[in-house]
């Protein structure tokens, strides 16, 4: 047995994939063979689906199929919906969706079938179905009228028109629709990784989600993008953005935002392209403030720690101009990378093998005697009874 420990196992290659790659070197976010980016830039987040899900960008047709087969799959069961009203109003969202998928799970009759075509067809139910949770949840706990599915919508306006109750106008829906490409896909974060892990017992698609659901909501990882928001609000002002991260930092506290576990010293490329997409909303909806604060706040983390922004520090206030609520950011981020999840799920089910790592103990050697003055007694009682 090799005894290498790398705690966190960074940089421990756990996977072979073909799914993505982030190449450090090039700065680049490579998908299939595609840079991230330039997806989000030139195609919509079902051309991605296509590509994530069957290996290929979907033509004209494909992309309609698609989209009919997202459409048909619309539509939460009765018994979804009773349940997540039964949740006392204060769960985390986060907990809502991990309850909700996992509900789902029981009215999924291929749930057991692992074939590459019945984990495809269970994907895209997903694809349709976790935004509902994610937009009818929020709704039911806080005593807002649930809104239906809108199909002459394109996905992503759909999904953003379920949570505000507005149908977006081309620019918001623009934003929202490359805000969920970026997050669909990254290779083997935490969540990803727990995913895999679990689909490698055979175990089934929704249970492998409900535990990145699980893992995603952590601060380190996919929650962060709500407690940037928190601290955002809580600055109120460029200064107060400033002061307020150096308080932070001299408390040796994280900046929540900021820092990544690969790129570290070298900006997230997804963040910059969130960045962009901060300075047009902010210029449309006249709040060149909110822009400004994020700026001040990425130059004060480079002068005092050299590090970058990630992807959640500009997600969060691009989410919060489109009028999604904080509570709602993370399952958002969740509800995206439903689409990775799945691809790897599938990818794991195609070629598994078990993950079953070892450990370096530390606890004592040698053996202990089991049998000692104190458990004698107690066995003797026993026996007279
Ligand atoms: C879409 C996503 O999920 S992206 C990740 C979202 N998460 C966050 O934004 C949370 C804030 N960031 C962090 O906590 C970290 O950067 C992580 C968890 C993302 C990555 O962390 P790791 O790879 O474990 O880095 P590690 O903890 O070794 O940090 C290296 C150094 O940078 C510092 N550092 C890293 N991130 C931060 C941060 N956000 N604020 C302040 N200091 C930081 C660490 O304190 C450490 O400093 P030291 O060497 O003086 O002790
Ligand atoms: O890659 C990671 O570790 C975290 C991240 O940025 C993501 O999941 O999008």
Same mark, same amino acid.
């Given at each position: 047995?090799s005894?290498?420990?790398?705690p ?15 190449d450090?070197?090039?700065?680049e ?10 997806l989000?830039?030139q ?11 069957d290996?290929?960008l ?13 459409a ?15 949740? +006392? ?20 009759e ?17 694809l ?11 709704r ?14 394109s996905?992503?306006?759909?999904f ?13 829906a ?7 490409i ?7 974060p ?5 995913a ?24 380190l ?14 600055a ?10 150096k ?9 929540m ?37 994020c ?10 720690k ?10 969060? +206030?691009?989410y ?14 969740l ?14 089910h ?21 049998i ?5 007694p ?5 026996e007279?009874?």
């Open positions: 047995m005894d290498l420990y790398l966190g196992l960074e940089n421990v290659v756990a996977s072979e994939t073909g799914i993505s790659y982030l450090v070197e090039k700065e976010i490579v998908i299939r063979g595609y840079d991230l980016i330039e989000a830039q195609a919509v987040y079902l051309d991605v689906a296509g590509l994530l899900l290996g290929e979907p033509d004209e047709a494909g992309r309609a199929a698609l989209e009919a087969s997202i048909d799959a619309y539509g939460l069961p009765q018994n979804v919906r009773a349940i997540l009203h039964l949740l +006392p109003a204060n769960t985390p969202a986060m907990d809502v969706l991990r309850t909700g998928i996992s509900v789902l799970s029981s009215y999924d291929e749930l057991d079938d692992r074939s590459p075509e019945a984990n495809r067809r269970k994907a895209i139910r997903l349709a179905r976790v935004p509902q949770i994610v937009a009818y949840g929020h039911a706990l806080t005593k807002q009228p649930l809104i239906e599915p809108d199909s002459s919508l996905y992503s306006a759909n953003l028109y379920m949570i505000t109750g507005k149908v977006p106008s081309a620019l918001e623009g934003i929202f629709d490359q805000s969920l970026v997050y669909s896909e990254h290779e083997m935490n969540s990803t990784f727990t895999r892990v679990i689909a490698s017992t055979q175990s089934d698609l929704y249970g492998a989600l409900v535990g990145a659901v699980a893992s995603l909501k952590g601060t990882h996919g929650g962060a993008n709500e407690a940037v928001m928190e601290m955002l609000l809580e109120g002002s460029e200064d107060g953005m400033e002061a307020l991260i308080e932070r930092l001299a408390r040796r506290e994280r900046i935002g900021f820092g990544h576990r690969v790129y570290m010293r070298k900006p997230d490329p997804r963040a910059l392209l969130m960045k962009d997409a901060l300075a047009l909303l902010a210029a449309h909806f006249g709040q060149p403030d909110l822009y400004h604060m700026v001040r706040g990425e130059e004060v983390m480079r002068r005092e050299e590090l970058h922004p990630n992807l959640d520090y500009y997600a969060a +206030p691009v919060h101009l489109l009028g999604i609520p904080t509570a709602l950011f993370t399952p958002v981020f509800a995206a990378r439903t689409l990775g999840i799945s691809a790897h799920v599938m990818e794991q195609a070629h598994n093998r078990l993950f079953r790592p070892r450990v370096r103990y530390t606890g004592p050697r040698g053996l202990h005697p089991l000692t003055d104190q458990l004698l107690e066995r003797e009682e026993d007279e009874e």
